[in-house]
């Protein structure tokens, strides 16, 4: 599959909008229930990675082979969230409860800002797989590109 070059501005405006309510949504749930919906996405994501290709060999859906591996890729996503999400529901700890503190909200965005990455980082590795002729293209002219470039270095700047 091709990504065509005029969407690489739309899909970075996505990008950016999913991270800001990411943000967002990671103050407003506070530390814990954010801590437990980034270990949901990856446990998700690598379950869908690792199983897709057998879902599609076995369930042909779709008649174009690259688009039946990516319907199956995402409905196993989606799936694997569904599951985390009534886990979610069932251990009392992370219902919805008041806020705790202003420290539990900055925690909780503290570690949004990880999810962000973690999701950049994802979206990128989709993109330059086989899936996708040029997704490589599209990484190093994109919002997720800079990202990985302001993160390395502030990361080597506190390294120092």
């Known amino acids: 599959m091709i990504i065509n070059s005029s969407a690489y501005q739309v899909i970075d405006i996505i990008l950016f909008l999913v991270c800001a309510l ?11 229930r954010i801590l437990y919906d980034i270990l ?4 998700s994501f690598y379950v869908a990675f690792q199983s897709y290709d057998t879902w599609a060999s076995a369930h042909q859906v779709l008649d174009d082979s690259l688009m039946n591996d990516v319907f199956w890729m995402i409905a196993l996503y989606l799936g694997m969230r569904l599951i985390t999400g009534v886990v979610r529901l069932l251990i009392p ?8 503190s202003v ?3 900055l925690l909780g965005l ?6 962000v990455i973690i999701i950049l980082e994802l979206v990128s ?10 997704g490589e ?7 997720i590109y800079n990202a990985k470039e302001r993160i390395q270095t502030i990361s080597h700047e506190t390294n120092q």
């Open 103 to 105: 420290i539990n909200h």
């Open 93 to 100: 700890s992370l219902k919805k409860t008041n806020p705790l």
């Open 40 to 43: 949901a996405i990856l446990v």
């Open 137 to 143: 293209d599209y990484v190093d002219q994109s919002v």
């Open 22 to 32: 990411t943000l967002l949504r990671s103050y407003q749930k506070g530390f814990f």
């Open 125 to 134: 590795r989709v993109l330059t797989s086989a899936l996708f002729q040029n």
């Open 110 to 115: 503290a570690v949004g800002v990880l999810k």
